[in-house]
């Protein structure tokens, strides 16, 4: 017998999700259906090497230039540096996590490139594999689908 798929969902232009392991919730995300990965903004990307050799990756997540969040700084073991094509075009190196992100009052586990986006007006960008994964589509007239849906399951 053929497993029954999950029906695609909709979701707006902007969502607001939550980093469960992060302890952030609401935080507003663009939908970028132009974006392959996903993003967050942070600062203060650094890699330390420690005695024994284990890489660790410390940033400050969504930083004090989005007035919502605290800029707590956070370290990550696993991670990988990777070509990024930018929204302008040019390629850039930047540093890649995996995360859990939650939509519809499921989380998704996925990647997202770390990047300075305090010249952009959203902290978090959601591209093309989360939207693949987590069965998505979108409609660039709505908003905020997700958190709807969670107020209307109360």
């Known amino acids: 017998m053929k497993k029954q798929r999950e029906p695609k ?6 969502e607001l999700v ?3 392991a992060f302890q952030l919730w609401g935080v507003e995300a663009k939908v970028d259906t132009g974006a392959y990965t996903g993003a967050i903004h942070c600062s203060n990307i650094h ?30 073991a696993d991670f990988s540096l990777r070509d990024i094509r930018s929204s302008n075009g ?10 859990a992100i939650r939509l519809f009052g499921q989380d998704f586990d996925t990647e997202f490139s770390l990047s300075d986006r305090s010249d952009m007006k ?4 959601i591209g093309r ?3 693949r994964q987590a069965r998505l589509v979108v409609d660039v007239a ?3 689908q997700s958190y709807k849906s969670q107020i209307a399951a109360g």
């Open 9 to 14: 969902r909709l979701v707006g232009r902007r």
């Open 18 to 20: 939550d980093f469960p």
């Open 47 to 76: 890699v330390e090497t420690r005695p024994d050799g284990q890489r660790h990756l410390h940033v400050r997540l969504l930083d004090a230039s989005h007035p919502d969040f605290d800029g707590k700084p956070m370290t990550f």
């Open 90 to 99: 040019e390629i850039q190196k930047r540093y890649v996590i995996r995360a």
């Open 122 to 125: 959203y902290p978090v960008l």
């Open 129 to 131: 594999v989360l939207l």
């Open 142 to 144: 709505r908003l905020n």
